[in-house]
Nanobody, 116 residues
Framework: QVKLVESGGGLVQPGGSLRLSCAAS????????MSWYRQAPGKERELVAR????????NYGESVKGRFTISRDNAKNTVLLQMNSLKPEDTAVYYC?????????WGQGTQVTVSS
């Protein structure tokens, strides 16, 4: 059974940092492309960052380039999203997604709120 569990969300002030974590199980993590998406109220879900497997090539949404960093630890079956210089417009539910043999698996999401 595939399972993706996000953690690390919360309330942070503008300019602050958060680190999201996604723990994966039920598939060969090292062979899966892993992504973070987000969805703000009233908006469509958008790609935040992706890291491929096995090369670890990364790409980012335009709005987070230079501020967010995605990484993966294949030994721990974990993908991380380091978010720096957070802005109010980063407020959203953040979802972890794993693509394994052309099937997409989603976590339940974690809320990130950037507000003073």
């Amino acid at each position: 059974q595939v399972k993706l569990v996000e953690s690390g969300g919360g309330l942070v002030q503008p300019g602050g940092s958060l680190r999201l974590s996604c723990a994966a199980s039920g598939f060969t993590f090292s062979s899966a492309s892993m992504s973070w998406y987000r969805q703000a109220p009233g908006k469509e879900r958008e790609l935040v960052a992706r890291i491929t497997a096995p090369g670890g090539i990364t790409n980012y949404g335009e709005s987070v380039k230079g501020r967010f960093t995605i990484s993966r630890d294949n030994a721990k079956n974990t993908v991380l999203l380091q978010m720096n210089s957070l802005k109010p417009e980063d407020t959203a539910v953040y979802y972890c997604m794993g693509r394994y043999y052309s099937r997409d698996y989603w976590g339940q999401g974690t809320q990130v709120t950037v507000s003073s």
